[in-house]
């Protein structure tokens, strides 16, 4: 089948608009199932009645797997700000809003958060033992509500419609585990390209939460750990493994 030019490509897959539909194609090196399992923690996102694009198939194109999601027509919020930095507040605050709304779901069926974090630590080949078992510690002895995490919520996962609507694509890393831990994966996530975006954000989303940074930030040394599993091209390791080394010393 002739897709076409992807119009994004990631670590794990390329990204097709075909027909109206959006067509993402794993990387052959993904484990079988890939697509399927994405699929089902997007399926369990769009049951809740969040704005989140509709599962349509899962196939196999050119022998890879396949996942065909509605489109979603519009311009995600990093888009918009890039367009208009001086809307940048604007934005970010209706982030927050749909992250709140995120964050308001129970959801008893999606992978854990504690043993999905504990598993991607205890890969992770920069960290020493001692340090692994430190954050699986720390992980073990934080209660909280288990709530729906996107796990990768950012501006340029957010799409917004010519009618102002917001859609919320990318599930492949939500769990069921605790808002704290997703608003400082956020926070991390904008402190990579931007210390001011970060701070924004935390501000932001401490004022409509009432959580304090103080209660948002010991997850700190735990989600930078497990972020260290990911490979990210464009991620510091050094700056992950500061943090870790900051907050377990």
């Known amino acids: 089948m002739n897709l076409g030019i992807p119009i994004a490509s990631g670590n794990t897959a390329e990204i097709f608009l075909h027909e109206d539909k959006i067509i993402k194609v794993f990387n052959e090196r993904l484990p079988c199932g890939e697509a399927t399992y994405e699929a089902g923690k997007q399926k369990l996102a769009y049951s809740t009645g969040l704005p989140v694009p509709k599962i349509l198939d899962v196939e196999k194109i050119d022998g890879k797997q396949a996942l065909i999601m509605e489109y979603v027509k519009g311009k995600t919020l990093g888009e918009l700000i890039s367009d208009s930095p001086g809307d940048a507040g604007h934005y970010m605050d209706l982030s927050v809003d749909i992250q709140l709304k995120i964050h308001s779901m129970k959801v008893d069926t999606l992978e854990p958060m504690k043993m999905k ?133």
């Open 117 to 249: 974090l504990a598993n991607q630590i205890d890969g992770v080949g920069e960290l020493s033992q001692r340090l692994k078992e430190v954050l699986i510690e720390r992980l073990d002895e934080i209660t909280f509500e288990e709530r729906l995490c996107h796990g990768d919520l950012h501006l340029n996962n957010l799409i917004m419609s010519e009618d102002g609507s917001l859609t919320i694509i990318d599930w492949i890393d939500s769990s069921s585990g605790d808002i704290r831990a997703d608003a400082y994966r956020t926070y991390l996530l904008y402190s990579q390209v931007s210390l001011e975006l970060a701070e924004l954000y935390l501000r932001l989303y401490c004022q409509k939460s009432g959580l304090s940074k103080e209660e948002i930030f010991i997850w700190a040394p735990i989600i930078a750990g497990a972020r260290l599993s990911e490979s990210v091209s464009t991620e510091n390791s050094q700056r992950l493994l500061a943090i870790v080394n900051k907050y377990c010393p």
